[in-house]
């Protein structure tokens, strides 16, 4: 039953994006200000790692002598068999981020020059080892002495259970730069994080094997209203320039098996999102995290997005005869459109295709387009002809993914977008659930049109 529960929230998604929604003034509600409150469980929402996880690592290996000199500010340091101090800054994780595009992989010593982002940091923490335990003590009020703080020993041999412990605490931190420097509490889980995104540009060992991570376990969060149509409305996130915002129909849950169908909810400050037929732009976000401000769109003639409910742009598309089409020329007039965003390269991609081509022969009211993305035409060619794809086929080169893959963000292989003959997105999803889904709706559909007739 857990597995039907995305695919049925999805299917009352669609019927409050249609025509179901009662006629409104959308001037009723030109603006919209939503009061957010602390909630310490997150069982209703999901997020993206990024916004709730943060690394925590020394800088001593972009700079020894800066290290050593933040080093000897800080007291109370018990006596352990090795150790680091670990900072954690507002654009940490940014910098990691940053770093990751350079295609020649640098020592972090070539970005000493980024070391301010440290001169504002907002929490310390050693990281150590003593015996058979890594130590860790955070220090949460600020005082550059860590005498007074709580000693986490976690031990080496339960690395699968480090992130279950039992290491969350109230931390308190300022909001520097901001205008108001607003002091924000938060409940935080401290944990050894070395196999992180982050950890993988630590090029010292003993910095990696002793850095650590804390993540985000409480959320802002409120319920939007709009006449009849009501939203759960979370955010998270460390500082108001840094936050993600899911605003989802209340009918809807997220899903723990496809993290894509999750990505419809997932919002930015200056997005656009549809609540209740209308367009509105999510506008700001108050300075102590405790208010979300939307506006209304006016007069937007055909808006273009990536979301459940809205319509995607007929892409160029180049078959693989290299000729240039569009989705509507390969759809065929057909009421749905499937498309299959693949690669020959692909695992999941691979393992779903028994039940992509069972779907396309028990629905020729479906135009299945499968869009690989791969560094060469012709072994996705030779893959269709093989593998017995009678269907349309569009290549996408790996090395050029502009147009379709990066204005859809396609991010996850295979995703799944089903869409009516009007190009507007009824489901969005990953993985093989996100098919299984398909083919649900698509069977609900077809039954109901046998009971209509």
């Known amino acids: ?102 295609s020649e992989k640098k020592e972090l010593s070539f970005y000493r020059d980024s070391l301010e982002i440290f001169d504002n940091e907002n929490l310390n923490i050693i990281s150590g080892f003593k015996g058979n335990e890594q130590i860790i003590i955070a220090d949460l009020n600020n005082n550059k002495d860590f005498s007074d703080d709580h000693i986490f020993e976690f031990s080496k041999e339960e690395k699968k259970l480090i992130k279950n412990k039992d290491s969350v605490v109230e931390y308190k931190y300022n909001s520097k730069g901001s205008i108001s420097n607003q002091v924000f509490k938060r409940d935080i889980k401290i944990y050894p994080d070395p196999n992180s995104f982050y950890a993988q540009f630590l090029k010292d060992s003993l910095n990696k094997s002793l850095a650590t991570s804390f993540e985000l376990m409480d959320l802002r969060k409120g319920q939007l209203k709009i006449d009849t149509s009501i939203y759960d409305v979370a955010m998270q996130g460390y500082v ?47 300075n102590n995290l405790s208010k979300l401000h939307f506006s209304l769109i006016k007069n937007i003639d055909e808006y273009r997005g990536k979301r459940l409910g809205v319509k995607i742009k007929n892409y160029n598309l180049t078959s693989l005869t290299n000729h240039t089409t569009t989705i509507k020329e390969f759809s065929a007039n057909k009421n749905f459109i499937l498309l299959d965003f693949w690669g020959t390269w692909c695992v999941p991609c691979l ?42 086929h569009a290549y996408v080169d790996s090395n050029n993914r502009k147009g379709i893959i990066t204005d859809l963000r396609i991010k996850e292989y295979p995703t799944f977008i089903l869409l009516d003959n009007n190009l507007k997105i009824l489901y969005r999803g990953s993985s093989e659930v996100a098919l299984k889904n398909i083919e649900k709706m698509l069977i609900i559909n077809s039954s109901s049109k046998t009971l209509n007739h």
């Open 240 to 286: 108001k320039n840094r936050v993600s915002i899911s605003v989802k129909p209340i009918s809807v849950l997220f899903s723990d098996q496809d993290t894509g169908f999750n990505e419809n909810f997932y919002y930015s400050v200056g997005d656009t999102l549809l609540l209740a037929n209308d367009f509105y732009k999510i506008d700001s976000v108050s």
């Open 1 to 102: 039953m857990r597995k039907l529960i995305p695919f049925i929230s999805t299917l009352l998604l669609i019927i409050n994006f249609g025509c179901n929604i009662p006629k409104h003034n959308p001037m009723d509600h030109p603006v919209v200000e939503l009061s957010l409150v602390p909630q310490t469980t997150q069982d209703k929402f999901s997020f993206p790692k990024k916004y709730s996880t943060y690394p925590v690592f020394s800088t001593a290996e972009i700079s020894k002598k800066y290290y050593l000199n933040k080093l000897k500010s800080f007291k109370g340091i018990p006596k352990l068999d090795t150790f680091l101090l670990q900072t954690e800054s507002f654009k940490t994780g940014r910098f990691f981020l940053e770093i990751s595009y350079f």
């Open 351 to 392: 393992k779903s295709l028994p039940n992509l081509k069972k779907l396309h022969q028990d629905n020729e009211d479906v135009a299945v387009i499968s869009i690989a993305l791969d560094e060469s035409i012709d072994v996705v060619k030779d893959f269709s002809i093989k593998n017995n794809m009678d269907w349309n």
